[in-house]
T-cell receptor
Framework: EAQVTQNPRYLITVTGKKLTVTCSQNMNHEYMSWYRQDPGLGLRQIYYSMNVEVTDKGDVPEGYKVSRKEKRNFPLILESPSPNQTSLYFC???????????FGAGTRLSVL | RKEVEQDPGPFNVPEGATVAFNCTYS??????FFWYRQDCRKEPKLLMSVYSSGNEDGRFTAQLNRASQYISLLIRDSKLSDSATYLC??????????????FGTGTRLQVTL
């Protein structure tokens, strides 16, 4: 089954404790991205990657890091989480030649 | 002005009603348009693409008005299962490039008995 898998689905952590949210897709998509979704603000892109070892900032990259060492994986790293990073996070992927995007099920993060 | 604007709603409609949402976009160079559906606390999923001539998929009809820079979604014979948030998505260029998808904040629809 074609899918985007992100883990964990729920995470409660404390300020400053480094965390990683994993994302994996099995559709051989070149393009992957991370979004956060907050009430009233909609989906905002954090980082994106057009291929292995190619990453770039989205609209709200501060406080986040990503890496793309393999085509299928695109982890999101919060080196020192803060309460304003409490949000619902989605990983997404698509083919470069098509604009139809597939989303993971989401990770609900709370930073205390 | 936001790149993509939607009325947040909620639109509360009885089952069987016809309901329409509009979405306006600010970038006149926008080329590709989509409607996504998002159920509460779930991931967005593609509902339908929007073509220049308008297109229909069952009870759903999407229209594009380039002159006024808006797209619309019409839902006929609303079902309880249509209750969700509908996201308007716009991209600046057509396929072939890694163009950015810009999402509206969504319009919430609640269909009631």
């Amino acid at each position: 089954e074609a899918q985007v898998t992100q883990n964990p689905r729920y995470l409660i952590t404390v300020t400053g404790k480094k965390l990683t949210v994993t994302c994996s897709q099995n559709m051989n998509h070149e393009y992957m991205s991370w979004y956060r979704q907050d009430p009233g603000l909609g989906l905002r892109q954090i980082y994106y990657s057009m291929n292995v070892e190619v990453t770039d900032k989205g609209d709200v990259p501060e406080g986040y890091k990503v890496s793309r060492k393999e085509k299928r994986n695109f982890p999101l790293i919060l080196e020192s989480p803060s309460p304003n990073q409490t949000s619902l996070y989605f990983c997404a992927s698509r083919m470069l030649a098509k604009n139809i995007q597939y989303f993971g099920a989401g990770t609900r993060l709370s930073v205390l | 002005r936001k790149e993509v604007e939607q009325d947040p709603g909620p639109f509360n409609v009885p089952e069987g009603a016809t309901v329409a949402f509009n979405c306006t976009y600010s970038n006149s160079a926008s080329q590709s348009f989509f409607w996504y559906r998002q159920d509460c606390r779930k991931e967005p999923k593609l509902l339908m693409s929007v073509y220049s001539s308008g297109n229909e998929d069952g009870r759903f009809t999407a229209q594009l008005n380039r002159a006024s820079q808006y797209i619309s979604l019409l839902i006929r014979d609303s079902k309880l299962s249509d209750s969700a948030t509908y996201l308007c998505v716009v991209t600046p260029r057509d396929t072939g490039t890694a163009s950015k998808l810009t999402f509206g904040t969504g319009t919430r629809l609640q269909v009631t008995l």
